[in-house]
Structures are given as structure tokens and as C-alpha cells.
């Protein structure tokens, strides 16, 4: 009897470490099938997403969609890496923003759909409002800016004005005072005193006077001796840097932003307060002077006065806030755009001396058919007449395949007003936007062959005589409706420049300088790029006649 007693008494004792000991077993069971559950789901996540990648060019992630990817992009170089994704999707990919943001869209680069949307269906194609709400701070109404009825209005009275005899002798006579009476004497005590300058810089100051010229009829002077500092310049470079960082910004973070006036957001808003006191200032002094009824101010053509003179809707002189949209639009059509693409020239330029080679050849060939011109004339005091600038394909060729390469607007934004399918076959919702990748375009094997990527002028050549290519193939002056007004004038502003300075100096690159492009509304070179000029001698000049004698 006694026996079973103290058996059941030994049991009963060990019961309590062995229900813990269960109790234990239990509860890391339980942990480690959690653990290992999560970690499964995550594994999934991740090759579900990055399976993505073969279907949309990017992986897409829970939530987030693929920001992480533009994150990535925006760390290096965005517009490379917008090219890269549309080389691996045949021309045209779907970005899926995150969740709670506006930035799913379209991304082309396809030709036929750039004609679909730039020309054939261009009413179902406006800018839209989210373009216009991102940007309205800076460009207000303006025509990069505005649709419909505003648009139309603004192109039709700048198109006469364009393609006005007087507005053209006007650009043509203040282009040659800006470079022989400001540029060249700039770039000569750069010479003397054996400095480095950047060139962006000094471009950007001709392209804004000349602009300032011919469009307000007002000269800042910002190119001259000392090149002296222009708030404007700095305000209107940071402001653009800003806006764009709101089209990678989910709408209601930069409007909070805004609103609590932080980060990009508190810069942007100092930014344009300097460019509207430019802007306000130019008006008041033109006003002032309309004001005098002064004859030959009554004569003026330039673009500014021409809005002043019209009426709005309600046959009211336009508002100082219509006209200040109208000043600061085309500071960026005249300003940016031709002095950034002539600083990628020159930078392509010192890496192709081949090229140099022939432009020279062909300056000297051109002017060389002037009547009973003489070999001593070609020297530092020798200007080109506008019909001997039209005359240099080559140098034509050249730049347009700078644009080619590097456009001065990368890309740029449309939104769909009705369902509609592209050529590609991909599908369009209302309502969906759409970014064409002009960048992107430059590099495309299947637009310009497999040397894509090589800076080649001889391509844009047929028996040495300059051949333009489709605006929807290159669009670096966009294409259709909103074909640039002023391409023409652009490429003779760009010619005339970059001949003036080619002809009298080498333009080298310092050593280790880097080159990337900013992101902006245009393609800044972030850093500027910073080069030495040296002078041609009398004897370089007279083998290139020699070589074209013969």
C-alpha cells in the first residue's frame, strides 16, 4: 500500500514542471510559425513584386507602387534612368505611384504616339489640370501653362509678332550688338587674364539680355565686363528646380509643405518673389514710358508692348498679372532654352574635335564666297551676315544633334479628356496622364539606329545640305499645334553665338570638370561647366581656306 503512495506522490510532483515544460514548448511553437509565416509573406512580397518587373519594367511594390524605383532615379540621373526602363519596354511603360498619390501616368517615347497626342488627337490632349496646378506659381497662365481659349489667344498674337519683318530685324540687330559689343569682349579678358569661366553662365546672361530685348524691349545687362550679379538669374533657376521636384512629390505633401511653408516649398515661394519683382519691374517701366505717347516708343515691336495694347475678354486692358505670366514664359522659352543647349554643344564639341574641325572649315568656306573678300579679313574683327548664318549646315547639323542628345526640355506633360488607345495599343483612361520622355527619345535604338548614342551631325545630312527630321522623331521643339514659335529664331541665335566664338577660339573643358544635367524644367548642367578658351591664330585660319581651295 505503501508504494502506490509514494508512486503517486512522485507523479503528482512532477506534473507542474512538466505542464510548463509543454506550456513552453507551446509557446515557441507558436512564435516560430509566426516568424516563419512572415518571413514567407515577405519572400512572396518580394518576388511578386520583383516579377513586376518583366511586365511594367519596374518592380511594384505594396503601397508604395514604384517609388522606391524613382527614388533610385532621382539619386542618380533620372532621365537616364527613365531611358533605361522605356529601352526595356519597347517605348512605353505604366507608372504606378504609390496608393495615396497622383503620380501614376503614361510614359512614351514611341514616335507614333508623340504624332497621336501632339498632332492627330491634340484636342484630347490638353496640358490639364494637374500640369497646370503644379506649375501656376511660377507660370500662372502663361502659354507654356495655358489651354484652350488662353492658349490659342496668347500663340496667335506672338505667332504674327514672330513672324513680323520688324520683329525679326529687331532680333537680328540685337543678337549682333550682344556679341560683338559684350560676349566676345567678356570671353577676350578671360583670354588675357588666363582664367577658367562657365560658360552656361555667360550663356544664360546673352540669351536673357537678347530675350529682354526683343520681348519687353528692356536691357538688364546682364552680360557685360565683371558680369555682375543678377538676382533674377538665381531666383528663376531655383524656382524651376522647385516646381519639378512637385511633379516626384505626392500632390498632398507639397501642398502641405506649402502650407506650412517648409523645404522646397518655403524655397519656391522666396524664389518667386524675386522673379516677379523682375517681372513687375519691367512692366511698370514700359508702362511708363507707353505713358509718354512717345513716337518712336509707339514704333516699338516688341512682344510686351503687343499684349499691352490688346484687350481681354471684357475689352480691358489685360491685368499686371496676365502680362507678368506672359513675361515669365517666354524668359523661359528665349533664356533657358538656347544657352542650355549651346552649353552641351560646346561640351560635345571639346570631346568631337573632328566636328570642330568642320564647322571651321565651313565658317571659313561660307564667308570665303563673298566678293572680293581677302585672306587678311579673316580675322578677330570679322562678322557674319544673317544670310551666310543660314547658309552653315554643318554647324546646323551640329547643334541640332546637341539637341538630339541633350533637348533643353527633357520632357514634358499632357492628360487625357477622353478614353483613347495609342498606336502602340496601349490603353488611355480619362483622366490619365501622360509624359513623353524626349530625352529618352534621343537614345533610342529603334528611333535612331544603333549609334544612338554617338554624337554624329553627318546624320542630319543629304549631300552636305541640312535635312530635318519629324517633330514627333525629334522633338526637342516639341511638335504639332505647339510647334515652338520660336524655333527659327533659336537656331540663328545658337548659329550666330556659337560661330562668333568657334571661329575665334577653342573652347576646352577643364580637366575633371563633372557634367550631369540638373533636374529642372530644363536640362541646366548642374555643376555649369567650366572651360579655357584659346585663341586662333591667323596661321589655323589660313590652312582651313588652303585645305577648302583645294
Known amino acids: 500500500m505503501t508504494k ?69 532615379g532621382l539619386r542618380t540621373n533620372m532621365y537616364e534612368w527613365i531611358s533605361d526602363v522605356l529601352k526595356r519596354q519597347n517605348g512605353t511603360f505604366r507608372f504606378k505611384g504609390p496608393w495615396f498619390s497622383s503620380l501614376n501616368c503614361i510614359v512614351t517615347s514611341d514616335p507614333r504616339n508623340l504624332e497621336h497626342l501632339l498632332k492627330t488627337k491634340f484636342p484630347h490632349f490638353p496640358k490639364g489640370s494637374y500640369f497646370r496646378n503644379t506649375v501656376r506659381d511660377l507660370l500662372g497662365d502663361g502659354i507654356f501653362n495655358a489651354d484652350d481659349e488662353t492658349w490659342q489667344k496668347q500663340r496667335k498674337t506672338a505667332s504674327i509678332e514672330f513672324h513680323s519683318t520688324k520683329f525679326r530685324q529687331l532680333t537680328t540687330q540685337s543678337l549682333f550688338e550682344l556679341v560683338h559689343s559684350r560676349l566676345l569682349l567678356v570671353l577676350e579678358e578671360s583670354v588675357e587674364k588666363s582664367v577658367a569661366i562657365d560658360l552656361q553662365d555667360i550663356l544664360l546672361r546673352l540669351t536673357f539680355d537678347n530675350v529682354c530685348m526683343i520681348a519687353f524691349g528692356v536691357d538688364p545687362g546682364c552680360l557685360r565686363l565683371g558680369l555682375p550679379d543678377i538676382p533674377f538669374a538665381k531666383a528663376f533657376e531655383d524656382a524651376t528646380e522647385a516646381t519639378l521636384l512637385r511633379f516626384v512629390t505626392p500632390t498632398c505633401i507639397w ?43 509707339e514704333q516699338m515691336s516688341d512682344l510686351l508692348t503687343v499684349f499691352m495694347r490688346l484687350k481681354d475678354e471684357s475689352a480691358k486692358p489685360y491685368s499686371d498679372k496676365f502680362l507678368r505670366d506672359i513675361c515669365v514664359n517666354f524668359i523661359l522659352a528665349g533664356r533657358d532654352t538656347s544657352s542650355v543647349a549651346l552649353s552641351w554643344f ?34 578677330n574683327s570679322l562678322t557674319f551676315k544673317p544670310e551666310e548664318i543660314k547658309k552653315m549646315d554643318y554647324l546646323h547639323a551640329a547643334l541640332s544633334e546637341a539637341l538630339r542628345l ?30 513623353y520622355a524626349i530625352y529618352a527619345m534621343g537614345r533610342m535604338e529603334s528611333i535612331w539606329g544603333k549609334d544612338c548614342k554617338e554624337f554624329r551631325p553627318e546624320r542630319w545630312l543629304r549631300d552636305d545640305r541640312f535635312m530635318s527630321e519629324s517633330a514627333y522623331k525629334f522633338t526637342a521643339f516639341n511638335g504639332g499645334p505647339r510647334l515652338c514659335l520660336g524655333k527659327e529664331f533659336a537656331y540663328y541665335q545658337m548659329k550666330y553665338a556659337a560661330a562668333s566664338i568657334i571661329y575665334r577660339y577653342h573652347v576646352k573643358v577643364v580637366e575633371n570638370h563633372h557634367v550631369v544635367p540638373k533636374l529642372a524644367l530644363t536640362m541646366y548642367m548642374k555643376h555649369g561647366i567650366k572651360v579655357n578658351l584659346y585663341k586662333r591664330d591667323a596661321a589655323e585660319i589660313q590652312k582651313y581656306l588652303e585645305d577648302w581651295l583645294k
Open 406 to 435: 541633350y533637348p533643353s526640355v527633357p520632357v514634358d506633360h499632357k492628360e487625357v479628356v477622353e478614353d483613347e488607345t495609342f498606336p502602340d495599343g496601349t490603353v488611355l483612361k480619362k483622366g490619365t496622364k501622360v509624359i
Open 4 to 72: 502506490p503512495s509514494n508512486l503517486n506522490l512522485n507523479l503528482t510532483s512532477d506534473q507542474p514542471a512538466t505542464g510548463n515544460f509543454f506550456s513552453l514548448s507551446l509557446f515557441l511553437l507558436k512564435d516560430i510559425q509566426i516568424f516563419e509565416v512572415f518571413i514567407a509573406v515577405i519572400v512572396f512580397i518580394i518576388i511578386h513584386s520583383l516579377r513586376q518587373k518583366k511586365h511594367h519594367g519596374l518592380p511594384v511594390w505594396p503601397v508604395l507602387g514604384m517609388l522606391p524605383s524613382l527614388v533610385t
Open 255 to 297: 501642398k502641405a509643405m506649402r502650407l506650412l511653408n517648409l523645404g522646397m516649398e518655403r524655397k519656391l515661394k522666396e524664389s518667386i518673389k524675386g522673379v516677379d519683382e523682375f517681372a513687375e519691374n519691367v512692366i511698370r517701366t514700359r508702362k511708363k514710358e507707353l505713358s509718354l505717347e512717345c513716337e518712336d516708343k
Open 346 to 379: 560646346f561640351w560635345l564639341l571639346d570631346q568631337n574635335p573632328a566636328v570642330e574641325d568642320k564647322i571651321v572649315a565651313e565658317i571659313c568656306r561660307v564667308v570665303r564666297q563673298r566678293k572680293d573678300i581677302k585672306k587678311e579679313e579673316f580675322d
